[in-house]
């Protein structure tokens, strides 16, 4: 097993490692890969024997215990216990009736007490104020519900162990749609939701031409209000600017990549917007730590692309496994979930993986080698779901899918980019896609307010390399987070160390539109910009998010007064480990 950093044992001990009832630790992170490879290799029995399941025990292990491959927070948590929920992402309809809405608040609370996020659309919800049934009664509107929602959520810890996480949307054609726009940056409302307006290109193509746009109730069809394009769209610019919300969801990008369109169109993600989903639909997901895949070749480091191949088939299986033996919150969320058996492969360490190999994360370079990285993934992963529908049987939907009659198919869909928030810190590597944050930095706001600390190893490991891990550059990348004053390591080294505040948003549009390329699900990216971005930089990166044909954009404007997770530098009284000190 590989060795975990401080933090990485950390996160375990406080959110994965089971617990008796006295509150020891009844297992070691060994402990806890080999429960999960035994619980989700325990199906092979279906199409195997006790040998296959014995062998893909052992395969599965390995990819975890050596942080190769690690699954989504739920499966770590959850399998081979009671309470064997492992999907990650659900999305769950919101109707227009007092017993429907709260019918799926109870869903929603299921699913967050054992370790699952939810998303929402709103949007079939009555406006506030319109009338209903009973003369006396008007309705609250779909801001309220998300309130109550995130009231709900607030009193839930995900699987006793971290808070509900929740996404929500609403259509831009919603006559409540200028409250929902400003719902949190009078502060604090509704701590527990990404908001999201579902952009339409009509609505996109009426900013450009400033035309009028029309607010319909979704009760009736009635036209309730019409405003000018711009109006709303300046409005979104500064709310987004203000707080980082509403983020937007291109609804007619995610549905003309839609494999299932000719069934239903796609209205909703789960919580970080990588996965479009179905209504009562959940995924799984999981992430190939990609700078486990780098060798050194004479005196330069390559990619290793066979065994990258080979762990991207082993993953499909893993993740189709867990189809299999999870436990759903419901019937129908089973039935939804098996029919089209949709899962989520994606990497984390991509930072890292260009520092590895010396490629600035603002280069077309990094660009082209994510293309090319993502679509190698895509290619194998697709030909591992076809070859486990030829031996297991193509999903139910099939038939009415973009693959019938001619290619087998196990899973509708198959690639995501999540966050990967916790278990790039198990695999000790950059989260996701994103550049690194900073050289040294402070993660809050996690595990019940504990402050985790870092200085970045791959930089560490270069100072001492070459003799520059003295006190006063250590000091100083404490201190700023940053190496970008430090002339003694030359430009070259600078820009390979770049972090998230100094790269340009142009490159993190760039890197996110190359992995959406052959993305079949979605990319969950932040662009973070430093506190001193304007509302014009959003303007443009939103309008060059659409024109980019992304499926989703989110943004964070450094240090704007709200809940912030990362920080750059490390204060003097954080507590790091002392190689770093």
């Known amino acids: 097993m590989d060795q975990l950093s401080d933090n990485a044992n950390i996160v375990l001990e406080q959110r994965y490692l089971l617990r008796g009832k006295d509150n020891q630790l009844l297992e070691s992170p060994a402990d806890m890969f080999m429960r999960v490879a035994k619980a989700i290799a325990e199906v092979e029995i279906i199409w195997g024997n006790k040998k296959d399941v014995d062998r893909f025990t052992r395969v599965f292990y390995q990819l975890m215990s050596q942080l190769i491959f690690l699954p989504n927070s739920p499966t770590l948590m959850n399998a081979g216990t009671s309470q064997q929920q492992l999907s990650a992402c659900f999305v769950l309809p919101v109707e227009d009736s007092l017993e429907e809405i709260f019918h799926t608040l109870k869903s929603t609370a299921k699913i967050h007490q054992r370790g699952g996020g939810t998303g929402f659309n709103f949007s079939r919800i009555r406006?506030?104020?319109?009338?209903?049934?009973?003369?006396?009664?008007?309705?609250?509107?779909?801001?309220?519900?998300?309130?109550?929602?995130?009231?709900?959520?607030e009193k839930i810890k995900q699987g006793g162990k971290?808070?509900?996480?929740?996404?929500?949307?609403?259509?831009?054609?919603?006559?409540?749609?200028?409250?929902?726009?400003?719902?949190?940056?009078?502060?604090?409302?509704?701590?527990?939701?990404?908001?999201?307006?579902g952009i339409t290109d009509q609505f996109m193509r009426a900013v450009e031409e400033d035309k009028t746009w029309k607010l319909i109730n979704p009760r009736d069809g009635a036209i309730t209000k019409k405003l000018p394009a711009r109006e709303i769209w300046k409005n979104i610019l500064k709310n987004t600017w203000i707080c980082g919300d509403p983020g937007l969801i291109f609804l007619d990008a995610i549905n003309a990549h839609n494999p299932l369109v000719s069934l239903s169109e796609i209205s909703a993600t789960n919580p970080c917007g990588e996965v479009p989903l179905f209504p009562n639909e959940a995924c799984n997901l999981g992430s190939i730590n990609v700078t486990k895949f780098i060798r050194k070749q004479g005196n330069k480091y390559v990619v290793d692309w066979d065994y990258l191949g080979e762990v991207v088939m082993l993953a499909v299986r893993f993740l189709d496994n867990v189809i299999e033996v999870n436990d759903y919150p419901d019937e129908l969320i089973e039935k939804t979930t098996k029919a089209n058996r949709k899962i989520g492969l994606g990497i984390m360490g991509w930072a890292d993986f260009l520092i590895k190999l010396e490629i600035p994360y603002a280069s077309n370079r990094a660009v082209q080698l994510g293309e090319k990285l993502m679509d190698f993934i895509g290619q194998k992963s697709r030909a591992a779901s076809s070859n486990l529908g030829e031996v297991r049987g193509n999903f139910p939907n099939w038939s009415h899918s973009i693959f019938y009659p001619k290619e087998p198919m196990r899973n509708a869909t198959r690639i995501s980019i999540a966050p990967t928030g916790s278990i790039s810190i198990i695999a000790g590597v950059s989260a996701s896609i994103e550049p690194i944050y900073a050289l040294a930095f402070e993660r809050g706001n996690v595990l019940g307010g504990l402050i985790l600390s870092s200085f970045h190893q791959l930089f560490l490991d270069y100072l001492v390399q070459h003799g520059l891990d003295n006190e006063t550059v250590l000091q100083k990348v404490r201190r700023t987070g940053s190496c970008k004053e430090i002339k003694v390591l030359g430009e070259d080294i600078r820009e390979i160390f770049k972090t998230a505040l100094e790269i340009e948003p142009y490159w993190h549009l760039r890197h996110q539109a190359a992995f959406q390329l052959y993305t079949d699900n979605a990319v969950s990216k932040t662009i973070n910009l430093p506190n001193a971005a304007t509302i014009e930089t959003v303007d443009s990166i939103y309008q060059d998010a659409w024109n980019m044909k992304l499926k989703g954009i989110t943004m964070f404007r450094n240090n704007t007064g709200n809940l912030q997770v990362l920080n750059s530098g490390i204060e003097d009284s954080s507590s790091i480990c002392k190689v770093c000190q």
């Not at 209903?132 to 959520?153: C, H, Q, S």
């Not at 502060?187 to 527990?192: A, L, R």
Request: charge should be negative; glycine fraction near 12%; avoid cysteine.
């Open 162 to 197: 971290r808070r509900g996480a929740n996404m929500g949307i609403l259509n831009i054609d919603h006559p409540d749609i200028e409250e929902f726009i400003s719902l949190k940056s009078g502060g604090g409302k509704v701590n527990n939701f990404n908001l999201s307006i």
């Open 127 to 153: 406006p506030k104020g319109d009338r209903v049934d009973n003369k006396w009664d008007v309705a609250l509107g779909p801001v309220a519900v998300i309130e109550i929602f995130d009231r709900t959520t």
